[in-house]
């Protein structure tokens, strides 16, 4: 329950509340009903504006010579260039170069790298998205 509210479907063992609000329990058996004490729920934070980790994807992984990296949401009103990096292990920019700042596949040659452990940072106008990928 949510400020006493039933919450439809809420059936299973754990429930993750995704607003803010009081929340119980009821547990039903065929001869008693028994309530739990309300828990208090505050969500706080901000809203990520990327939508979390997914808005940057890197293929293949591993790779050999072709790096896609694919913007899968751009902040509203973004134009213009997303600038990306490339480090080594060490810490090292091996690779710097602007993509276009719009939703879609951007390939980046990777092919004189050596083998090893590589991140790639994605800076937009809004923010900055990191991932690591294995070249072979």
Known sequence: YKDGELIPNA???TYMPLESGQYS????TQTCNVWSDGF???VTGIEDPFG???AVQ????PVEDILTV????VPQGANGNAYIAIHNAMGQAVVQKY???RVGPNDVNVEGLAAGLYTITVHLPDGVVQKRFIKK
Not at 25 to 28: A, F, G, H, N, T
Not at 58 to 61: A, E, F, L
Request: aromatic share 8%; net charge neutral; charged share 25%.
């Open 40 to 42: 208090d729920y505050l």
């Open 52 to 54: 979390g980790e997914n």
């Open 58 to 61: 890197v293929y293949p992984n």
């Open 70 to 73: 694919m913007l899968r949401k």
């Open 99 to 101: 993509i276009p700042a």
């Open 25 to 28: 329990v009821e547990l039903r």
């Open 11 to 13: 059936t299973s063992l």
